[in-house]
T-cell receptor, first 113, second 115 residues
Framework: NAGVTQTPKFRVLKTGQSMTLLCAQD?????MYWYRQDPGMGLRLIHY???????AKGEVPDGYNVSRLKKQNFLLGLESAAPSQTSVYFC????????????FGPGTRLTVT | GDSVTQMEGPVTLSEEAFLTINCTYT??????LFWYVQYPGEGLQLLLK???ADDKGSNKGFEATYRKETTSFHLEKGSVQVSDSAVYFC??????????????WGLGTSLAVNP
């Protein structure tokens, strides 16, 4: 099993450009999450999904959109990138049982200039 | 509201020293508690967990006990190694059905172990 994979690993965007980050998991997990990690801020939840075709907002959803058309994939889109979106983005997935852990991808480092 | 508070870092220790990283929480009901570790340049991975009061999670020499009476889940290791240098995150998962199993995270504690 590959676990949770993310593409790309690195990306540099100019302000106003758009991009999509792809997350894929092969563990048949129901739940998937997108986080951003910034120095001194810990992990902040952007959006999450509790199943195929469903998405919901997390703590910091503004400027991002997501889609979960297939159970194994969770896409994070930036329609018009801003320097404030410079961050490391992590995808995670989990089963829906209460005590189950989240499995993380390796992260995408995004810089917006 | 529900929250997790970790001791601030960075924590710097010499190899073979004893480690404690404090974690306290505020939550209703009986959450599950987790410690995750993030090695440099990598994603987070589960270190250990406990799902009910008085449970002890352990892995790789690390331990943490779920203390309901003090709402704490402190991480300990008796003898740290240079390879333990990482950022450690405490997190909780609420027990109520309506929370969609989101994790509530502490801000992380950076640990540096010197040889």
């Amino acid at each position: 099993n590959a676990g949770v994979t993310q593409t790309p690993k690195f990306r540099v965007l100019k302000t106003g450009q758009s991009m999509t980050l792809l997350c894929a998991q092969d563990m048949n997990h129901e739940y998937m999450y997108w986080y951003r990690q910034d120095p001194g801020m810990g992990l902040r939840l952007i959006h999450y999904s509790v199943g195929e075709g469903t998405t919901a907002k997390g703590e910091v959803p503004d400027g991002y959109n997501v889609s979960r058309l297939k159970k194994q994939n969770f896409l994070l889109g930036l329609e018009s990138a801003a320097p404030s979106q410079t961050s490391v983005y992590f995808c995670a997935s989990s089963y829906k049982r209460q005590g189950d852990e989240q499995y993380f991808g390796p992260g995408t480092r995004l810089t917006v200039t | 509201g529900d929250s997790v508070t970790q001791m601030e870092g960075p924590v710097t220790l010499s190899e073979e020293a004893f480690l404690t990283i404090n974690c306290t929480y505020t939550a209703t009901g009986y959450p599950s508690l987790f410690w995750y570790v993030q090695y440099p340049g990598e994603g987070l991975q589960l270190l250990l967990k406990a799902t009910k009061a008085d449970d002890k999670g352990s892995n790789k020499g690390f331990e943490a006990t779920y203390r309901k009476e003090t709402t704490s889940f402190h991480l300990e290791k008796g003898s740290v190694q240079v390879s333990d240098s990482a950022v450690y995150f405490c997190a909780l998962r609420l027990a109520s059905a309506g929370n969609n199993r989101k994790l509530i995270w502490g801000l992380g504690t950076s640990l540096a172990v010197n040889p």
